[in-house]
């Protein structure tokens, strides 16, 4: 089945974490720059998965699975200060959070 | 160009697709949905590279789980189209270029990497599916104290958004 060569699926994982770059530089919305930060752990769970494969190695799947857990737990406290910020300044601007900003 | 190809290419595209339309959505409503269409592209890829399990945790605990939180949030604060200031022109003119160069050099790095060559079924993997149960005995006993040190990380995230997430006294 999988005859596609690995690099290109490396190199599909590059694309879409730079197109994540991309969107984190962009983005001004806090909810959507959350979401740049899981483009680019997805595009890195592809090289991982990628990677597992080409040498028939489960520690990369492990990885993968720990990447996934990680994030469920970075969202959960994440969106928890999204919603709190919101709650004190009424806005998902990041450039109106700017407190520390100098 | 087999099959496999033409699938490699169709998900490939379609998850390229989703990410440039999570960059140019101005909805993060729009964004949101674009970011499930990327994850259930990656399922069928980690499908098509034989990682079944981790292809029906994605579309779980990804596209099911953190996405369904994304979008509880997003209706919950009501958040609408988002707008420009003179400091996100700023950060188009600085960072797309930045950005640009950083995929081309992921890009080049790992087309030409040495496992570039190699193809996707190359060593030591004999069986075309790897199977749950390998999957499971490795995660059991190999990484056994980082499984358990996880579900702590699980539990002081969820101690951490109640505290957050509760209105002051």
Known sequence: ?102 | MTLPFILFFVFALISIAGAVLLIVAREPIHSALSLILVMMALAMLYLMLGAEFIAAVQIIVYAGAIMVLFVFVIMLLNAGVEERTDWSKMAKYAGLPVAVLLLLELAHWMSHSLIGETPANGAGSANVMVSTRDLSMQLFQKYLFPFEATSILILIAILGALVLAKKDE
């Open chain 1, 1 to 102: 089945m999988s005859v596609v060569p690995i690099s290109y699926y490396l190199v599909l994982s590059a694309i879409l974490f730079g197109l994540g770059v991309v969107a984190f530089v962009f983005k001004r919305n806090i909810i959507t720059i959350f979401m740049a930060i899981e483009l680019m752990l997805n595009a890195v769970n592809l090289a991982f998965v990628a990677f597992a494969r080409a040498w028939g190695q489960l520690d990369g799947l492990v990885f993968v699975f720990f990447v996934i857990v990680v994030a469920a737990a970075e969202a959960a406290v994440g969106l928890a200060i999204v919603i709190t910020i919101y709650h004190s300044r009424q806005t998902l601007n990041i450039e109106r959070v700017n407190l520390l900003k100098f």
